[in-house]
T-cell receptor, first 113, second 111 residues
Framework: GENVEQHPSTLSVQEGDSAVIKCTYSDSASNYFPWYKQELGKRPQLIIDIRSNVGEKKDQRIAVTLNKTAKHFSLHITETQPEDSAVYFCAAMVTGGGNKLTFGTGTQLKVEL | NAGVMQNPRHLVRRRGQEARLRCSPMKGHSHVYWYRQLPEEGLKFMVYLQKENIIDESGMPKERFSAEFPKEGPSILRIQQVVRGDSAAYFC?????????FGSGTRLTVV
């Protein structure tokens, strides 16, 4: 089955700096890669996703890149703000094959003033 | 659209009791997924259901855990004879086919 690895497990940045979180996946059939943000005690919320026919996607301060050959994808947050502090999870899915998401282990992002 | 509704939000059970967690998917969504999140860990897939059918239960423990999604009513995740290791947050997600929306979760504490 699919295996998703995520690094780093914790990340501390100064407000205004950029943050990068990286994930690798094992199943070359995976073709959908969402990122979720989870604040303490709350539900995971989808912040951005990318499909395998696209190499990069951007939404304001958030961008995701995908390298299918190397089987890795990354989340980039620019101009970080304190409200970006949360746990971020990457995930991978084979669409049409049960649509089961396999999650990474999460990155605790702390944006310091 | 009220989103994915889970109840109860918090559930305390003594060891050996049964826990029933309910999930009502978003209107128009026919796919329901259950995930478990242990403290400070990621989300682990448990089971995928469509109305009246279990599609994939590869993540469900072999004993004590069961799930259903009846024709009418919410999806139910049932844990019999709970043990302390069952303490976790259980999230339900629904989908129209692709893309998930998660509920707020049920936090189960076994004492």
């Amino acid at each position: 089955g699919e295996n998703v690895e995520q690094h780093p497990s914790t990340l501390s940045v100064q407000e205004g700096d950029s943050a990068v979180i990286k994930c690798t996946y094992s199943d070359s059939a995976s073709n959908y890669f969402p990122w979720y943000k989870q604040e303490l005690g709350k539900r995971p919320q989808l912040i951005i996703d990318i499909r395998s026919n696209v190499g990069e996607k951007k939404d304001q301060r958030i961008a995701v890149t995908l390298n299918k050959t190397a089987k890795h994808f990354s989340l980039h947050i620019t101009e970080t703000q304190p409200e970006d502090s949360a746990v971020y999870f990457c995930a991978a899915m084979v669409t049409g094959g049960g649509n089961k998401l396999t999650f990474g282990t999460g990155t605790q992002l702390k944006v310091e003033l | 659209n009220a989103g994915v509704m889970q109840n109860p939000r918090h559930l305390v059970r003594r060891r050996g009791q049964e826990a029933r967690l309910r999930c009502s998917p978003m209107k128009g969504h026919s796919h329901v997924y259950w995930y478990r999140q242990l403290p400070e860990e990621g989300l682990k897939f448990m089971v995928y259901l469509q109305k009246e059918n279990i599609i994939d239960e590869s993540g469900m423990p072999k004993e004590r855990f069961s799930a259903e999604f009846p024709k009418e009513g919410p999806s139910i995740l049932r844990i019999q004879q709970v043990v302390r290791g069952d303490s976790a947050a259980y999230f339900c997600a629904s989908s129209p086919g692709q893309g998930y929306t998660f509920g707020s979760g049920t936090r189960l504490t076994v004492v």
